[in-house]
């Protein structure tokens, strides 16, 4: 995981050098945020005490987990005989294909890129950010969320695009800056209960992310 906004931001400049067909980059931005998703069974395996270990850049970031998106959203565009499913379904995966590639080069961890068939590829292999900026990169995420819902704000203000859902996005972007807020400091000062408190933060806005993105679709898209 490199920060969603992140991936969200870049789904949405890729953009300009697709062809403009309905849905397509709709599905890009969505797949380019859902790999990490993951993190809720990280969460559930925490809570149950399980072993959390191969549950986080595995089985969303994978090869056959595009192939299989692609196959599923095109079998559902055959059965709704709508033609838009086909194109969210190839954006999804070159979302997930963006997302893969773009943790792999501004990552410091390998991703499992052929899960289920093992081998992680890590080009950080070795390497170690320093610890304070490691803790920084957690806030970070809601920092890069209140980005994207930023851009989403500025870009339906100037196509007159679900203006009635503006209201609602500055609520989750002051939502994020508060977590920001909130985070940063917290981060370097508790030491138990910290991954917890943070995970239920994350997770809330990762979901509203993606929520977000498919209320906003027209804005998105224009
Ligand atoms: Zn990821």
């Known amino acids: 995981m490199a920060q969603a906004g992140i991936h969200a931001l870049v789904g949405i400049a890729v953009r300009k050098f697709v062809p403009k067909r309905e849905w397509l980059i709709l599905g890009i931005v969505l797949g380019s945020i859902f790999p990490d998703l993951d993190n809720y069974a990280v969460a559930i395996a925490t809570l149950a005490k399980l072993n959390t270990q191969g549950l986080h850049r595995t089985f969303t970031h994978s090869i056959f987990t595009i192939i299989a998106a692609v196959v599923v959203f095109f079998i559902i565009a055959q059965v709704r005989k709508d033609s838009r499913w086909t194109s969210l379904g190839l954006g999804f995966g070159l979302g997930i294909g963006m997302h893969i590639a773009l943790d792999l080069l501004i990552w410091f961890n390998g991703v499992a890129v052929f899960w289920p068939l093992g081998s992680w590829v890590n080009l950080w292999e070795g390497i170690k950010p320093p610890e304070w900026f490691a ?7 809601m920092l890069f969320l209140a980005l994207y819902f930023l851009w989403l704000a500025k870009a339906a203000r100037e196509h007159g695009t679900n203006t009635g859902f503006l209201g609602t996005l500055r609520i989750w972007t002051i939502v994020e800056a ?25 997770l809330v806005s990762i979901t509203a992310a993606f929520v977000i993105t498919i209320r906003m679709r027209q804005t998105v898209e224009a």
């Not at 803790?135 to 995420?141: F, G, I, Q």
């Open 178 to 202: 508060v977590l920001l807020v909130v985070f940063t400091p917290l981060a370097y000062i508790m030491t138990k209960g910290y991954a917890t408190l943070f995970g239920v933060g994350y």
């Open 135 to 141: 803790k920084l990169l957690d806030p970070l995420e």
